[in-house]
């Protein structure tokens, strides 16, 4: 596998998305990102236990977070699956997927090293887990539904702009 190869599939395939649809991407990446943060906070022992000051910085860091991840999982994704479709841009919902299961993966991990090892946070009574390491099921959700939800609004952006006329040329027949 060379990388050369991989990048350009990689710059291939944004070129579908312009500058502006991806910051907007990110953007509801981040906003749905802290949306959920907002609202699972009854689920974590901070909400009981920490000032409105402590609460607000973590949901803040946890939504920079989560976007960091996203971006990552994001990349790692598209150059896991470009290796498999290696002679096209793969298909967004195979990306999807792949950048769905890296999200898990890492959140499962997170969540394990963060509340059982380092003892960084703690989940409140209110939060269902999920074995063998009793993972947070909110988290695992979180990582499930908004990565999908962004990529269904990403391929609405894509759809959208393959439809519209590419210069004003092609606007006027």
């Known amino acids: 596998m060379q990388f050369p190869r991989l990048f350009a599939q990689l710059t291939a395939a944004l070129e579908d998305l312009s500058f502006r649809s991806a910051v907007e991407l990110l953007m509801v990446f981040a906003g749905l990102n802290f949306l959920w943060e907002v609202a699972q906070l009854p689920l974590y022992d901070i909400w009981y236990e920490a000032s409105l000051g402590s609460i607000a910085f973590a949901v803040l860091h946890c939504t920079v977070g989560d976007v960091l991840i996203g971006i990552n999982s994001a990349i790692v994704a598209f150059l896991v699956v470009a290796g498999v479709y290696q002679s096209r841009t793969p ?15 890492y959140t499962v991990y997170s969540e394990w090293l963060n509340v059982s090892v380092r003892r960084s946070w703690g989940y409140s009574s209110l939060m269902p887990t999920v074995p063998p390491l009793m993972t947070g099921l909110s988290p695992l959700l979180q990582w499930i539904i908004v990565p999908i939800v962004t990529l269904r609004i990403a391929r609405t952006q894509l759809h959208r702009r393959w439809r519209q006329p590419s210069s004003s040329e092609d606007r006027k027949t």
């Open 91 to 105: 298909p967004l919902w195979v990306v999807g997927l792949m950048f769905v299961v890296i999200s898990v993966g």
